[in-house]
């Protein structure tokens, strides 16, 4: 009976946290929205009003169909619950049309879309071993992982300020990660291939699933020494795999090969017409790239080594621009990007290959694998960082080396999502729930492992520190001084290139985490 009204309390506190993250997201239906919104309404007039061989064709506004026919197919189904909120709203010709009605819709798709997050997030923390027992509910690893997914500061913002759908497509990611650890390996790999074909970003972390699959499922069995048993191979579980995989693929992409629009759908999904880095600079290795070709260009004109005349006047003026041309450094293709992600994935892949750990092994090499995609690809968005920051909320728990990159990761990752709302009204939001967010995280996580030596060391903690001065000059002092009438972009390039510093740093620091890691010998009979 004890154990039953434990288990009914449990799931009390989650449906709390549920129900009340819930309740701030209505909250936030009339804040500031991005062109995101404009995107998505027009994908939901696209998918209602036109035959499928022009779904992918149409292009009447700017924002075309660019994502996978899953997703395309969810608008469609979306469409035909607007049309009772706003029938103008799917009028294709309606460019940037919004009514309190559709604003209402788009935002309500959103929350209730994000059940699947919730009930995602539930399983995590089902998958959480209680090795830890603690009195308090709030000292639970699984309470502490729940809030940390649930009420995660830059899915709130991106999604239901900002404007997107990522809740449910973390939902999918995260469920496909709950079954791998639960050993439902085929359920896993289904939802993981459903998810490809729903947003093809994820294809960055796609390795991590390939290698796993390969050593844990294929594979059926490990020498004593943990190496792996080459006779244990299962032709049946890779069959399994591989029907999974056409099956889905075949669903999605099968009626465009059929009408033989399979290049024009490929050539939507990668357009990499578009510049090296997004709009404004993802924190990342190629924006201290673009920074130091701007130091450079300076450097090279003040002492007279570059000539005025020749360097493309955008480099220097507009700032962070789409087509960035880099003028002393070497200008980067789409394949420099392509071979510098391979190489910085190929170690996080071979330790998986290697060096197995079950499932915590998975979450490190996943982790790694979108870290660097988001560190080396080529038009990286800000905000594929919470590719990284979320599935790592997973190992933060369990262990207090990863929790204190956890906070590193995080803390500087949300930062770097401010520019995003720039609107004044978000100010105190976007702050707030940062700080909540980050105070939390940060509380919990020194409580849950206080036995042990400190999360972070005097030099990790001056670095973040530092955000709230960088906040203050940004946010305060710069929009007063004169500079921003000739420099408009310094906020921006400060906050994309000290968040690019921490962003490397906790990316370096995991890989020396995971390449000297000793296996245990328990470890390595599992």
């Given at each position: 009976q004890?154990?039953?009204a434990?288990?009914?309390?449990g799931?009390?506190w989650?449906?709390a946290?549920?129900l009340g993250?819930?309740?701030?997201?209505?909250?936030?239906?009339?804040?500031?929205?991005?062109?995101?919104?404009?995107?998505?309404?027009?994908?939901?007039?696209?998918?209602?009003?036109?035959?499928?061989?022009?779904?992918y064709?149409e292009a009447?506004?700017e924002?075309?169909?660019?994502?996978?026919?899953f997703?395309a197919?969810f608008?469609?189904a979306?469409?035909?619950?607007?049309?009772?909120?706003?029938p103008?709203?799917?009028?294709?010709?309606n460019?940037?049309?919004?009514?309190?009605?559709?604003?209402?819709?788009?935002?309500?798709?959103v929350?209730?879309?994000?059940?699947?997050?919730?009930?995602?997030?539930?399983?995590?923390?089902?998958?959480?071993?209680?090795?830890?027992?603690?009195?308090?509910?709030?000292e639970?690893p699984a309470?502490?992982?729940?809030?940390?997914?649930?009420w995660?500061?830059?899915?709130?913002?991106?999604?239901?300020?900002?404007?997107?759908?990522?809740?449910?497509l973390?939902?999918?990611?995260?469920l496909?990660?709950?079954?791998l650890?639960?050993?439902?390996y085929l359920?896993g790999?289904?939802?993981?291939a459903?998810?490809?074909?729903f947003k093809?970003?994820?294809?960055?972390?796609?390795p991590a699933?390939?290698?796993y699959?390969?050593?844990?499922?294929?594979?059926?069995a490990?020498?004593a020494?943990?190496?792996?048993?080459?006779?244990?191979?299962?032709?049946?579980?890779?069959?399994?795999?591989?029907l999974?995989?056409?099956?889905?693929?075949?669903?999605?992409?099968?009626p465009?090969?059929?009408?033989?629009?399979?290049?024009?759908?490929?050539s939507r999904?990668f357009?990499?017409?578009?510049?090296?880095c997004?709009?404004?600079?993802?924190?990342n290795?190629?924006?201290?790239y673009?920074?130091?070709?701007?130091?450079?260009?300076?450097?090279?004109?003040k002492?007279?080594?570059?000539?005025d005349k020749k360097?493309?006047?955008?480099s220097m003026?507009?700032?962070?621009?789409?087509?960035?041309?880099?003028t002393?450094l070497?200008?980067?293709t789409p394949?420099?990007t392509?071979?510098?992600?391979?190489?910085?994935?190929?170690?996080?892949?071979?330790?998986?290959?290697?060096?197995?750990?079950?499932?915590?092994?998975f979450?490190?090499?996943?982790?790694l694998?979108?870290?660097?995609s988001?560190?080396?690809?080529?038009?990286v968005?800000?905000?594929?960082?919470?590719?990284?920051?979320?599935?790592?909320?997973?190992?933060?728990i369990?262990?207090?080396?990863?929790?204190?990159?956890?906070l590193?990761l995080?803390?500087?990752?949300?930062?770097?999502l401010?520019?995003?709302?720039?609107?004044p009204?978000?100010l105190?939001?976007?702050?707030?729930?940062?700080?909540?967010?980050?105070v939390?995280?940060?509380?919990?996580?020194?409580?849950?492992?206080?036995?042990?030596?400190?999360?972070?060391?005097?030099?990790?903690t001056?670095?973040?520190i530092?955000?709230?001065?960088?906040?203050i000059?940004?946010?305060?002092?710069?929009?007063?001084?004169?500079?921003?009438?000739?420099?408009?972009?310094?906020?921006?390039?400060l906050?994309?290139?000290?968040?690019?510093?921490g962003?490397?740093?906790?990316?370096?620091k995991?890989?020396?985490?995971?390449?000297?890691?000793r296996?245990?010998v328990?470890?390595?009979?599992?």
């Amino acid at each position: 009976q004890g154990a039953r009204a434990m288990a009914a309390g449990g799931r009390g506190w989650f449906r709390a946290l549920a129900l009340g993250v819930s309740f701030l997201k209505c909250l936030l239906i009339p804040a500031y929205y991005s062109t995101d919104f404009e995107v998505h309404r027009n994908w939901l007039a696209i998918t209602h009003n036109l035959p499928l061989s022009q779904w992918y064709y149409e292009a009447t506004s700017e924002w075309t169909l660019d994502y996978p026919p899953f997703f395309a197919w969810f608008e469609y189904a979306l469409s035909h619950i607007a049309k009772y909120f706003d029938p103008q709203m799917l009028v294709v010709e309606n460019l940037n049309y919004t009514s309190r009605a559709t604003v209402i819709f788009q935002r309500l798709s959103v929350i209730f879309t994000d059940t699947l997050f919730i009930y995602a997030v539930h399983e995590c923390c089902r998958c959480i071993n209680g090795k830890r027992a603690a009195k308090d509910i709030l000292e639970k690893p699984a309470f502490i992982l729940a809030v940390l997914l649930l009420w995660n500061f830059g899915l709130l913002i991106v999604d239901h300020i900002h404007f997107q759908y990522n809740g449910f497509l973390f939902g999918l990611m995260l469920l496909s990660v709950a079954r791998l650890c639960q050993k439902r390996y085929l359920e896993g790999a289904l939802f993981f291939a459903v998810l490809l074909h729903f947003k093809h970003i994820y294809m960055y972390v796609a390795p991590a699933y390939g290698i796993y699959l390969l050593r844990s499922y294929c594979f059926t069995a490990n020498n004593a020494d943990g190496s792996l048993k080459w006779r244990s191979f299962s032709f049946l579980h890779v069959t399994l795999l591989g029907l999974i995989v056409c099956l889905v693929s075949a669903l999605s992409l099968g009626p465009f090969l059929v009408l033989g629009q399979l290049p024009q759908v490929i050539s939507r999904l990668f357009p990499f017409k578009r510049g090296l880095c997004h709009a404004y600079w993802a924190p990342n290795f190629w924006a201290l790239y673009n920074a130091m070709d701007k130091a450079l260009t300076i450097l090279g004109l003040k002492c007279n080594f570059l000539d005025d005349k020749k360097i493309p006047k955008a480099s220097m003026t507009g700032g962070l621009v789409q087509e960035f041309q880099h003028t002393v450094l070497p200008s980067v293709t789409p394949l420099a990007t392509l071979i510098c992600t391979f190489i910085a994935i190929l170690p996080s892949v071979f330790c998986l290959w290697f060096k197995p750990q079950g499932p915590r092994g998975f979450l490190q090499c996943l982790v790694l694998c979108a870290l660097s995609s988001f560190m080396f690809g080529w038009h990286v968005h800000e905000k594929a960082i919470l590719l990284a920051i979320l599935p790592l909320s997973l190992l933060s728990i369990q262990r207090a080396k990863d929790a204190g990159i956890y906070l590193i990761l995080a803390t500087t990752g949300h930062f770097s999502l401010f520019p995003l709302l720039f609107t004044p009204p978000e100010l105190p939001i976007k702050i707030l729930l940062m700080l909540l967010f980050t105070v939390y995280s940060f509380s919990s996580l020194k409580s849950l492992f206080r036995r042990e030596k400190p999360l972070l060391n005097w030099l990790e903690t001056i670095y973040l520190i530092q955000l709230v001065p960088l906040e203050i000059f940004c946010e305060i002092i710069f929009p007063l001084t004169t500079w921003k009438q000739h420099f408009p972009f310094v906020p921006l390039l400060l906050t994309s290139v000290y968040c690019a510093l921490g962003i490397t740093y906790a990316w370096l620091k995991l890989y020396v985490s995971v390449l000297t890691e000793r296996i245990s010998v328990r470890q390595k009979a599992e």
